[in-house]
């Protein structure tokens, strides 16, 4: 074999986590190669879902594609649920997950298809930086040393030796880099046993409002059904072992149930069915070396919530900015140890938020409307949705008060409309590849503090950028006093909050992330 060809960064898997991770690293300058085996990109969506977290991601990155994924999906307020006893009585709890009360831009969820989210993200990034996919590629040896080294398997017949700085494992649950380097996966089992299957039907008379989601429990069965901005409609159905009998022809099982939640709905074009057991895992580390785990090829669980693409996202958002500040020498290689410990605590969170919607609906021993209602009284459930859409997930430290309501350092900066001579966004400042020092209603400070921020803006600028802001009193900046400093990360997570007086803080924060 030649000499092998050498590439910064190999991404290994071009659906959803390494198409985001391609574009985030490509926004940075840095153009990474990525492949994937198949020949050609899936005409079928597994996931469906787009939440709040992920379409503020899209937003703060670039509102145009923002709104390429807003103008497309469907914007479901969240989801009815329908119960069925023993009786057949039918009764529902209207709204029973509401994502209108997400305190964020976005208080929806949204249906989207897989395949056109992923298709979106490359359009997206071969358009602005001439990154494309590379199909029909397959990784077929992975050899884990300080330059991994690869053999990659063409579609043509092809054998190709290739090394690079970075190698990024995105190529899903039964992902061949983690398996190659027998990289140990955690499992909690499979949910019972329970069987699920997909059926992406167009249904015919559903009598019920389509902008919301339906979940429908029985004794023995549960079924959602969502509609996609394809036309189809999208059917889940989860049954225990026992009651899903393979030798079933799949739509006549799915109107069987349907027909029991809703009278006279009929099955018109069929386009996709699937079947699969769901299980719980969870890497035992997301980096070995300079290889690491994004996506689904670092958890698994079930996709009760629709989370897992929207997590396989946020993962490599939060790993994207991290390796490009690191490859171009902007900041010391130690930031990249903090990509596993923020983003693992988040996979488990991920996987905690799928096992109770699992529980509570998905596995047809629901304790009923009276049940549901108990739990949204007790505000369990409204907790649940703010976990489902990523808005409430964080990366405080343990020593911070998780159940503050003070912004504080890991936290998620909400997309504050700011008053700074006329009316503009928190994104409008921090679309740009650098972290972003917040200087906050403080224009009557002094020369010792101009020269302070001065010293700071010549030291720092190859990463930070320095914006002077007033914000209202009634805005949600419960911590910005007059005269805060707020330093903001790339991925819009802040990095640290001090008073004017403490601006040194910021210098010594902003001297542990840079490079040299």
Known sequence: MNTPNHTSVLIVGGGAAGSMLAMELARFGIKPRIIDKLANPLNFSKAITIHARTLEIFDRIDSELARKFLSRGIHSPGYVIHYLDDKYNRSEVRPGLDFRELDCQYPFLMTHGQNETEATLR???????????????KCSYVR????????????????EAVTCDYLIACDGVNSTVRNKLQLEM????????????NLDVKLLNFPDHEEWMHYCVGEGHFLMVA???SGFTRLLLSQPPELAQSNEIPEEIFHEIISKHFDNVGFGEIHWHSRWQSEIKLAKSYKHGNIFLSGDA????????????????????????????VIKGKAKKSLLET?????????????????????????????????????????????????VSGISYNYRSRNENKNSKKLAKGD???????????????YEYTRHQKYTLFFINAREKGEEHNNLLQDLSSKFSAILKIVQIDIPDDTQFISCQMGALLLLRPDGYIEHITSLNNITEIKACLSEIRSG
């Open 123 to 137: 359009d997206y990034m071969s358009d602005k930086f001439n990154v494309q996919v590379e199909w029909g590629v």
């Open 144 to 159: 884990n040393e300080q330059k991994p080294y690869c053999i990659l398997h063409h579609i043509d017949g092809k054998e």
């Open 186 to 197: 955690e499992s909690d089992g499979n949910y019972l046993g329970a069987v699920l299957q």
């Open 227 to 229: 509609k996609l901005p």
């Open 298 to 325: 670092a958890h698994t669980h079930s996709t009760a919530g629709g989370q897992g693409l929207n997590c396989c996202i946020q993962d490599s958002y939060n790993l994207g900015w991290k390796l490009a500040m």
């Open 339 to 387: 990509y596993e410990t923020e983003r693992k605590p988040i996979g488990h969170q991920v996987i905690t938020a799928a096992t109770d919607i699992h529980t509570l609906f998905m596995t047809g021993k629901s304790d009923g409307p009276d049940g549901l209602v108990r739990l949204q009284k007790e505000g369990f459930i409204s907790k649940l949705v703010g976990k």
């Open 412 to 426: 998620r900066l909400p997309n504050l409309r700011i008053e700074n001579g006329y009316i503009k966004t928190i």
